[in-house]
């Protein structure tokens, strides 16, 4: 026996890896190798051994067999990802597992056998180089890892049955890859996940442990790497507890991703894989919200090609919108359409038109065969008259006449149309309203019937605004017709800015539409009871509608008073109101000219408007408000006399009307700018105070939301200057507070990249506000609940580096680029690092920011020589200890010294003193106290005698001592410098130890607040600072030794100079 498994394996070990040898080169061979292999292995499974006396068997050449395969796994293992030749062996493993798996249950058929506990050779097999590949899961190289999982993900579709045990090993291992470090490792354990997922049952999944299904769905919404987002998107089983999850993927942050999801997803799974079904995402399938949400993320989205890939699923969905009923030959393409019409709701959105408008865009055989014959307009439905109105504003925007003609029916022919839907209208709203005293509310149906009717006037009167009103006796006609229709009680809301669209198309000039819509109000309003007459209207030669008696009523005697009304004839009277302002509304938005150009107006101002915005109703007084502000933008004194009513209705009022009464004020703030925000008379800092005391105290965030548009869209338009309105708006931009109010984040975080990139003026503001701004926020940042969240100091100062960086700032003209602005922020850095009130966190962010700052190649020699002073007192008084910092200040100051050497070379500080205008610069370097108590380091008035050179320069560069890593910077030329990274953590002095003002370097300030010193106040005297000093040192001149031996008392205050 040991001679015949000798035998066996020299076989083995000569074709085995003659084998792999020939499927790493070519794919083409795999299955002829396969059959060798099976052969092979068959031949091999033979070979048993007897063993406790006959009573059991050793299956000897099965276990050869497997040593030598799981001996080509473990070369093929070490290969790198993305080489050939191992991908083919993958392919081929996986190949071969699912042959041998298919034999054996041939096998099994044939033989009959029903038991499922019995071993085959293919099971054994598999369950052995499953456990082998378990191993190499854990493998510290991820090369290792990745080719195990690789070749397991490969394998786990065709593993036929594993006991229960692997399978649980298995699942287990997966989901500790799925989180592995390596994002090409996480990929294959997504992939074979994916391909597990679908046999696992949930009821065997213990409680509180997650399903792999659910680990999938986790993984496609939050990995951070896109391939394994897209991994799982590609891999995961698609079903009704999948489909949002994916859905939601047209909103990822990756464009691929976005894109797939049309293409990959919801193209090709439209019908289920052999096509005699509808699909999960079938547009007949998906809900009303789940079709606007695909059609709106992917027509709406940034990148081309989404919205390319968008635009070919609703081609798609076009030959599928009618399902089963599509093999009917009677439809054309136009049904087609109206068919996937009928799959939006078209009355509340607009992704149905903007899927139309796609349609017609990309598919030339529907747009050139659409045809609206008169007896398409006899047979209006919702859907047929928004294809109507939207092919029409298509060729409108595409400038194609000869179609426009050929679709627009005649202007006599629409009218009657309009006026038979809207007869037909009126008359169910009777029938409805005698029917409601009987049965009570109106069906659902029945109101989705009004809808639709109400729909498909809108979309004719769309349409009528469109046509060519060169035919006198039709544009009489439909000005007859929209003018009866305005005068009517019973219009719709809806339909009232329609009329008015056609009738200002009919009006020849602005004043007759007013007259025309004012005598519409006198007509409404002027009710007189029982002695109201009515007459029918006199046949003038012109069109009859004697289809609709429209009523007119005689000269009013006078309305009663409100108190003499009874509630039924107040609130008749109240609805009455409500229709003429809305009319009132409607026509003012459709007037530029002036309010003195149109007298007319001033009846209905004092009769209606004015009455009204002294109500207490609420709907009543916010139609009043609406009505006042449109005035006031067409009339200047109107406005400057109305503008402090409306301020203090912000205050006063309900959130809804808050918010119109905002809107009515900005836009008053827009057109009469400089009327409210000139510079002169302080109107214009008492609105801006205004405005930033309500953005404070308010909590609705819809206001906030308002405020924060408006006030960003006057800063953006240059209309405020005030730099409080630029500090607000950051501060609500990056408070916790807003981090829910979603309107607020983005108008904001669209807001600050425009305004600093359009204008380098803009950006020198950022500049000057950074350092306040900073130490306002820093602080606040530590001081949030568990509960919320907020930006970290470095994302703070990251953002303003990125809003000044003068090289994204776009070119105005007459206006030039300020490359100096970032040399400025340094020089403002530099400055707010001397004051020790900072503590050290938020000083090593400003440290971390200085090498993020852009250096101009030309600069002026008085702003770097400032920069380079600041820099060589900083590091001399205000000494680093943090190595991250002092590696930053002396990579910044290494690429400043090497960059402006020639502009450096001669500085010298003795010589710069003499400027007059340098004097604020000097008196705040003079005053600043070095924090360390044993080795304070001045700034030298005159050359000291053991110097290498009269320049500042060599001293400023060789004063900073990085770390190791820092390999450009110099050994500094004072001894006793060497020793000061130790004494830094030392106490400031103070007269007393006890005080509470007194800092330690390193302490963390518990609030934002900042408090002044109080060692002016001490009865104590401060104790002298006594030097340590060197040879060298002792012959520095006199004045520098008092300057040590008595600190200057102007620094004792604490504060940092303004310059």
Known sequence: MPGRVSSVEETL?????????????????????????????????????????????????????????????????????????GDRIVKFVGAYTKYINERAAEIKKEDDDDDDDDETTASRFVEKV?????????????????????????????????????????????FERVHDK????????????????????????????PTALEVLLETLSCDPAADVRRAALLNIPLSLATLDAVLARTRDTDTIMRKLVYSAILVQHCFVSDGSAMGIVHPRVLTISQREF??????????????????????????????????????????????????????????????????????????????????????LTPERAFFARVFTDHCIVNKDAEKLDASLPVVTFLAYHIQAAYNTYQEDLEVAEQERVIRGEPTEEEEEARIDKEFVIGEMLKVAVNLDYADEIGRRKMFQLVRDMISQEALPESLVARCLDVLRMLSPNERDLIRVVVEVVHELRDVSDEEEVLKEPADDGETNFGETPIPTRTASKGSKPSEDMSSEEQARMDAIDLRCLSLCIGMLERVNGTFEENSTLEGILGELIIPAVKRKELALREKGLICLGLCCLIARRMALNSFQLFLGQIQTAPEVLKIRVLQIVFDILMVHENDFLNKEGGASERIVEFFLHVLEIEESD??????????????????????????????????PDTIENQEVRQCLAYFFPVYCYSSAVNQRRMQRLFIGLFEQLAPETRNVDETQDMVSPAQIAAMFVDWTDPQKAIEVQDQPTDETIHIDLACDIARA?????????????????????????????????TLKLLLYNLNSRRPIRDAAAKNALAKFDAA???????????????????????????????????????????????????????????DITDSIVPDESVASAASPSHPKGKGRGKQSKRRRVSGSDSSDNVLSYDHVAPAPTRTLPKRAASGKKPEVVQLIEDDDDKEEEEEEEEEEASPPPASQNGRRPRL
Not at 193 to 199: E, M
Not at 704 to 729: P, T
Not at 909 to 928: A, S, T, V
Request: proline share 2%; aromatic share 8%.
């Open 294 to 379: 695909i059609i709106r993320n992917g027509l709406g989205d940034r990148e081309p090609a989404v919205r390319q890939a968008a635009a070919l699923l609703l081609s798609k969905w076009v030959d599928v919108a009618r399902g089963d009923t599509k093999k009917e030959e009677s439809k054309t393409v136009k049904d087609d359409v109206l068919a996937l019409l009928s799959l939006f709701d078209l009355t509340e959105s607009t992704v149905a038109e903007d899927a139309l408008l796609s349609v017609l865009d990309r598919r030339p055989d529907i747009s050139d065969h659409a045809d609206f014959n008169d007896a398409y307009w006899a047979n």
């Open 896 to 954: 400043i010294s090497k960059k402006y050497a020639e502009q450096l070379e001669s500085f010298n500080e003795e010589d710069y003193r003499q400027l007059e205008y340098l004097k604020d610069l000097f008196e705040f370097l003079d005053d600043i106290i070095p924090l360390d108590d044993g080795e304070e380091v001045d700034i030298p008035r005159t050359r000291a005698r053991k110097r290498r050179s009269d320049s500042i320069v060599t």
């Open 702 to 735: 819809k206001v906030q939301a308002l405020l924060c548009i408006g006030l960003a869209k006057l800063v953006l338009s240059g209309m405020i200057y005030d730099d409080k309105v630029l500090q607000s708006l950051v501060a609500a931009y990056l408070a």
């Open 182 to 209: 390596e994002t090409f490792v996480r990929v294959q354990a997504v992939i074979a996940l994916s391909k597990l997922c679908g046999s696992e049952d949930p009821s065997d999944v213990e409680e509180g442990e």
């Open 833 to 865: 690092l001397f004051d020790d009130k900072m503590i050290k966190e938020d000083k090593k962010v400003l440290y971390q920011v200085l090498g993020r700052l852009y250096l101009p190649d030309k600069v002026d020699d008085d702003k770097i020589r």
């Open 13 to 85: 070990t000569a074709s085995v890896p003659n084998i792999f040898d020939q499927v790493q080169n070519s794919t083409a061979n795999h299955q002829k190798n396969i059959v060798a292999l099976h052969k092979l292995h068959l031949d091999a499974a033979g070979f048993t051994e007897s063993v406790h006396n006959g009573r059991s068997i050793k299956l000897t050449g099965e276990r050869v067999f497997e040593e030598k395969f799981k001996d080509m796994l473990c070369r093929a293992a070490a290969v790198k990802k993305g080489t050939s030749q």
């Open 130 to 174: 499953l456990a082998f590949l378990l191993i190499g899961f854990e493998a510290k190289d991820k090369v290792a890892r990745y080719r195990c999982v690789h070749f397991l993900a490969e394998m786990v579709a065709h593993l036929g049955e594993i006991s229960e045990k692997l399978y649980t090993e298995l699942r287990t291992a997966l």
